[in-house]
């Protein structure tokens, strides 16, 4: 549909989600991709894939302070939640948050962009 993607991408200043969540799953995949869920590499992982979501998120260049969070859960059939809440300029601000899994683990990053005054 014509002016879909202008919606969604909107002006220059504006948090585009789909971009983000390009760079997210990329990242996903880069640290973690086909390992089994390992309880001695966890925080390695996890501290990677917010690291590497930032440097890529920053080198966008966009007008926009980010911070990104990651839970990695071993598959074991329990359950997995997750919610979260914010107060600021919807039209300007943005969040996106992605859900990723492989055979043993589930993977969720949450990317929140403040735009800069």
């Given at each position: ?9 909107g002006s220059e200043g504006s948090f585009n989600s789909d971009e983000a969540d390009n760079i ?94």
């Amino acid at each position: 549909m014509p002016g879909m993607e202008e919606f969604h991408t909107g002006s220059e200043g504006s948090f585009n989600s789909d971009e983000a969540d390009n760079i997210v799953k990329e990242c996903i995949d880069n640290v973690v991709g086909g390992d089994d869920y390992s309880q001695s590499q966890v925080n390695k992982w996890t501290a990677s894939i917010v690291e590497r979501c930032l440097t890529q998120l920053v080198k966008m260049g966009k007008p926009y302070k980010y911070i990104v969070t990651c839970a990695v859960m071993q598959k074991t059939g329990a359950g997995l939640h997750t919610a979260n809440s914010c107060y600021w300029d919807t039209a300007m601000d943005g969040s996106c948050t992605v859900r990723w899994e492989n055979r043993t683990m589930y993977c969720v990053v949450s990317v929140f962009a403040v735009a800069i005054a």
